[in-house]
């Protein structure tokens, strides 16, 4: 079965970090690029950030460059996202996924930036 796993969200005080991963299994993974989205409540999900498929390009939304980092780990089927400096406004579901999607996607991490 292909899916997508992500984990590492929770509650973070504003100035704080936290890191996400994601697993994927069932499918070949070193060729895909991988992103990760965002959907913060009462608004479409968003692409936040991607990697291509051996890590050598990157590319953020503008109000994450600086911040956030993605990146992965071919040998472990896994992609990631390091995110500092958190926002308020960060706040949301994240999600990743490849390029093209696989679907259904998968459950989402929480991250809740509140003092």
């Known amino acids: 079965q292909q899916q997508l796993v992500e984990s590492g969200g929770g509650l973070v005080q504003p100035g704080g970090s936290l890191r996400l991963s994601c697993a994927a299994s069932g499918f070949t993974f070193s060729p895909y690029t991988m992103r990760w989205y965002r959907q913060a409540p009462g608004k479409a999900r968003e692409l936040v950030a991607s990697?291509?498929?051996?890590?050598?390009?990157?590319i953020y939304l503008d109000s994450m460059k600086g911040r956030f980092t993605i990146s992965r780990d071919n040998a472990k089927n896994m992609t990631y996202l390091q995110m500092n400096s958190l926002k308020p406004e960060d706040t949301g579901v994240y999600y990743c996924?490849?390029?093209?999607?696989?679907?259904?996607w998968g459950q989402g991490t929480r991250v809740t930036v509140s003092s």
């Open positions: 990697i291509s498929s051996v890590g050598g390009t990157t």
């Open positions: 996924n490849r390029t093209p999607a696989l679907l259904p």
